[in-house]
């Protein structure tokens, strides 16, 4: 690939559209609590749609518990967040067996992950014994101790925060924990303008505890229905496989595109198209996603931009006629 080059091909095109009435609702109420993020919020309910689980890297303070309390206030679903830390064990987010001696019976003590919306904060601040416990919970929506399965709510969607690998105290995530997250996106400072209103106004937390839902479970499992319905042409699909590809074959990457994360495109955009009101995916779907969807999944050689490749990797690509 060489030196890295402004791409010919935007990865998101600007344009309005009018969104899903689901996706509206959700964004209008989620919207009240954290203002001036409406690109962050419509990532998130791509992954929440789409049955997947959102990352979020950022520096602390800009609403990343946030918009996860927020979006599950407003569908009114389970929520637990877990604060990570250095001496968090696989025991506190999953559960253990619990001995009672007065029975000499050992019974299971559910942990947070039992619920509908977890909340990981700072996942990269505890060891990766501790982050490879929510690997089956993600992966296969069950735990196993002792043998035993425990099966997860349905729905359950992981919203993980890491604090940037440069923040002292961090454990970098492996790439098996990366790949189980269907998206990775940050959510940035608020322009001025932005910024001043929610400085000088309540606090978010407090707006989003006072959130009312507005749509229900049953709803969202109609909209996840919906996505499965979403068309996506055999062509988009041979351009992701061949998008894929080229990050596996450049000589600027280490780690490419598995198979696996060419499926979390191909579902996010579908999920995108849902957000946005089509049951058609068009290319602008794979443009808007294809560094949140593999931004994370791709590692490359010197430290290298993994977005600046993605965008080298697009402008490169013939779209499908």
Known sequence: MG?????????????????????QKLADAIGQSLRGKQDAVELALVALFAGGHLLIEDHPGVGKTLLARSLAKALDLPFQRVQCTADLLPS??????????????????????????????????????????????MAERQVTIDRDTHTLPDPFFVIATQNPLTAAGTYPL???????????LRIGYLDAEHEIDVVASEDGHR?????????SRDELMGA???????????????????????????SDAVLGVSTRGAQALHRACRARAFVQGRDFVVPDDVRALL??????????????????LL??????TPLPD
């Not at 506190?92 to 909340?119: C, N």
């Not at 492996?174 to 990775?184: A, C, I, S």
């Not at 499965?228 to 990050?247: I, K």
Request: glycine share 4%; with cysteine.
């Open 92 to 137: 506190d987010i999953v559960g253990a067996q619990v001995y009672h001696p007065r029975t000499g019976e050992l019974t299971f003590r559910p942990g947070p992950v039992f619920t509908s919306v977890l909340l990981a904060d700072e996942l990269n601040r505890t060891p990766p014994r501790t982050q490879s416990a929510l690997l089956e919970c």
């Open 3 to 23: 030196n890295m080059r402004t791409p010919a091909i935007p990865l998101a095109k600007p344009r309005s559209h009018r969104m899903s009435e689901l996706a």
């Open 207 to 215: 707006l989003a505890e006072d959130l009312r839902p507005i749509a």
């Open 311 to 316: 965008h080298e990797i697009l402008a490169h």
């Open 224 to 250: 996840r229905a919906a996505v499965d319905r979403v068309r996506c042409d055999r062509e988009l699909v041979a351009f992701m496989v061949e998008l894929a590809n080229r990050t596996r074959t450049t």
């Open 174 to 184: 492996p790439e098996n924990q990366l790949d189980r997250f269907l998206l990775n």
């Open 291 to 308: 560094v949140p969807a593999w931004g994370h999944r791709v590692a490359t050689r010197s430290g290298a931009d993994a977005e600046a």
